[in-house]
């Protein structure tokens, strides 16, 4: 481990330590029931520039959109992603950006921590129980109500899904929001989404038919993940090989990652873009997407279309694709024609 590595260890550790504390009384708040409680402007902390984790608040976003329609969302996040995701979220009003290397960026930092002091909200949300700037964000925010994303035992035995990382954090918010004198609101969880344009699905079907110039219906894969959650050439070539001998009536497009690599050797239909709005809406345009965990799958699910997730993790539970007919496999315990039975199974109802 390099020295850098060692020292944002110990820096997530030390920061852990310091703020696991904060919010632990935050069933003392003091809520006068006797007043009426109006929610205009929201502050949602989730400070991570990963995709796939700022695809997965898309869920609680939606929620807090229905159950407040005309209130303003502002986001706590990190990087520059979040705009391009919530491009078509009308309730978002402000988008305030940690910058991703805070040392290096040190007056950025700061100016970040003062925009969300001056800012006075009804509600900020904390997602992430874990993260030590979402509960540092939640403490500092001027707020008449603060959630800090603490778990709840009961609300994890009321639901089987609660453990999913986009799931939680709308059930426990509905729950927190009951002790507001709120509704009990049992509707299901949202799916990821992200709110794809005609316009945009339009230009990624022809992106798709330039592509595959046929009348044959497509299916997507993703052949790339990071660290021990991506298959190997050797796995990938035969389950690509079984996949053109299954589905010879359909077309295959490998969507590529930005590293441009290929585990099948660039043998299918290839598509490359930076554009993560334009890969959605060509995944949006094939009839399935089958890939590893990594953020092009939360992608394929936010733009709608059935998502295989392949699993070989033991964190399935927390991560696997949901709606819209999309499902997990634990390719430890599941051999290729199992896989290709769940995936026959998705087609039929296409």
């Avoid at 991506?230 to 690509?240: G, H, L, N, P, Q």
């Avoid at 959605?280 to 992608?299: C, Q, R, W, Y």
Wanted: hydrophobic share 35%; aromatic share 10%.
């Amino acid at each position: 481990m390099s020295i850098l590595k060692k020292v944002n260890v110990f820096r997530r550790i030390l920061t852990h330590s310091l703020t696991k504390n904060i919010g632990s009384s935050q069933k003392n708040q003091d809520i006068d029931l006797t007043q009426k409680i109006e929610i205009k402007r929201v502050l949602i902390s989730r400070p991570n520039h990963r995709l796939g984790n700022l695809l997965l608040i898309t869920p609680l976003v939606q929620d807090v959109i229905t159950t407040f329609p005309e209130c303003k969302i502002d986001l706590f996040v990190k990087g520059g992603l979040t705009p391009i995701v919530f491009k078509n979220y009308t309730n978002i009003d402000y988008i305030i950006e940690l910058p991703k290397k805070p040392f290096k960026h040190l007056i950025a930092y700061f100016q970040v921590w003062i925009k969300i002091k001056r800012q006075h909200y009804d509600i900020v949300i904390n997602v992430d129980k874990n993260s030590s700037s979402g509960r540092l964000s939640a403490q500092f925010a001027d707020a008449k109500y603060k959630f800090f994303g603490e778990a709840d035992e009961t609300i994890q035995l009321k639901h089987a899904d609660y453990d999913h990382i986009a799931k939680y954090p709308v059930y426990e918010f509905r729950s927190f929001l009951t002790k507001l004198g709120f509704q009990e609101n049992e509707n299901p969880v949202p799916s990821l989404d992200l709110k794809l344009s005609l316009a945009e699905l339009a230009e990624g079907k022809k992106i798709v038919d330039k592509i595959v110039p046929d009348d044959k219906k497509t299916i997507s894969i993703f052949t790339y993940a990071t660290d021990d959650k991506c298959y190997s050439e050797t796995w990938w070539e035969e389950f690509y090989g079984r996949l053109k001998i299954e589905y010879e009536d359909y077309n295959i497009i490998e969507v590529l990652p930005v590293e441009n690599i290929s585990k099948i050797g660039f043998k299918a239909p290839t598509f490359y873009s930076k554009d993560i709005r334009e890969i959605g809406s060509v995944i949006a345009n094939t009839e399935i997407f089958i890939g590893a965990d990594s953020g092009i799958m939360h992608l394929a699910s936010a733009s709608l279309t059935p998502t295989v997730g392949l699993f070989s993790r033991s964190n399935q539970n927390k991560y696997e694709p949901y709606n819209n007919n999309s499902v997990a496999i634990n390719t430890n315990t599941s051999t290729t024609e199992e896989s290709i039975k769940v995936i026959n199974n998705i087609l039929c109802k296409n």
